[in-house]
């Protein structure tokens, strides 16, 4: 299946995310408006306003489910869920189970979408989506400032709790900016590349920064410290994928995350998290990258294994 982006508007498939050596580079998301408490950014924080479209396989995506759950804004903002399977025309919408269709504008295609938003579009047709019902347009598809809306500006709607606490502030974005590259984006840069060179570059600095966060993970509970923070969750969604595809699918094999004490303990823990669980869907995961990325796995053979149990007890309450 070839993966698929929008150029002016219309539909391709001829596109490709790699340099002349072989890298993997991704293209950066082009809507980035920001929803506020108070509409100071003329987006104003409202319960039934906002939509938003994700797929349960993608990291990305999962992200701003968990912090959707997390801060108990599940009847705040609505929710569509894609297929798993990319078909020739992206992400589409199916009544597959773990699937929710678009009850919003009634789109077959995510592209739909971002053609509603911009109908010259030019760029990539990703989730994570937030959708506003109102201006009928994209707000943003960056993960990373969609969970910080959740998480700071739904506070008249949301559970109190609290994933971004004034303290932490700066060793929070410190620590999402530090494994952003290696480890979020590292697993595609590894799993992507077409040459040698690109992969060896990847794959090595993928596990320097797992052996980094291992050492660290040994001597504190969570990555920042004592408490669960927006850090966490986003290493949580590449540690959770990572034994089931990017070991195998990916080539990132030099060791899995099980053969980590601590970030296996830490996998577990932050899993058992309340609320998390539920967010978490294996066979949409392993559907999605074995299906959908024909040309790593052409004969989109879905393998059985491996089991992991991430219910087992760990050991996390010593900290």
């Given amino acids: 299946m070839a993966l698929g982006m929008l150029v002016n508007g219309q539909w391709t498939t001829e596109w490709t995310e ?15 408006d920001r929803i506020t408490a108070d509409g100071s950014s003329g987006f104003k924080a409202e319960a039934d306003r906002y939509h938003l479209y994700i ?45 929710i269709p678009d009850s919003v504008n009634q789109a077959h295609y995510l592209q739909e979408i971002y053609l509603k938003a911009k109908s010259d579009y030019t760029g990539r047709v990703t989730v994570p989506v937030l959708w506003d019902k109102q201006t009928q347009t994209i707000i943003n598809n960056e993960s990373r400032e969609i969970i910080r809306m959740f998480d700071l500006e739904f506070t008249a709607y949301a559970k109190p709790v609290d994933f971004y606490p004034q303290d932490l502030r700066e060793t929070i974005d410190q620590t999402i900016d530090a494994i952003y590259m290696p480890i979020n984006n590292g697993v595609y840069r590894s799993g992507f590349a077409t040459s040698q060179a690109a992969y060896d570059e990847a794959v090595t600095e993928l596990f320097q920064q797992l052996d980094h ?3 660290v993970l040994g001597q504190q509970r969570y990555l920042c410290g004592d408490c669960l923070t927006e850090a966490d969750i986003c290493m949580f969604t590449t540690l959770l994928r990572f034994d089931a595809v ?5 080539k990132c094999n030099l060791r899995r995350i099980i053969d980590y004490p601590s970030l296996w303990n830490y996998l577990k823990d932050v899993y058992q998290y309340p609320g998390i669980a539920a967010t978490c869907n294996l066979d949409h995961i392993k559907r999605h990258y074995y299906g959908s990325h024909t040309q790593i796995n052409p004969t989109r053979i879905v393998p059985k294994g491996p089991v992991i149990n991430f219910n087992e007890p760990h050991d996390r309450d010593r900290f």
């Fill in 55 to 99: 797929s349960l396989a993608c990291p990305w995506a999962h992200r701003t489910l968990i912090m959707r759950q997390l801060k108990g804004l599940e009847d705040v903002i609505g929710l569509s869920i894609v297929d798993p399977i990319l078909t020739d025309q992206g992400w589409g919408f199916s009544d597959q189970p773990g699937c």
């Fill in 18 to 32: 790699r340099d002349t050596s072989g890298k993997f580079n991704r293209m950066p998301t082009r809507f980035r």
């Fill in 246 to 250: 990017y070991h195998g699918h990916f």
């Fill in 213 to 215: 966060w291992e050492t």
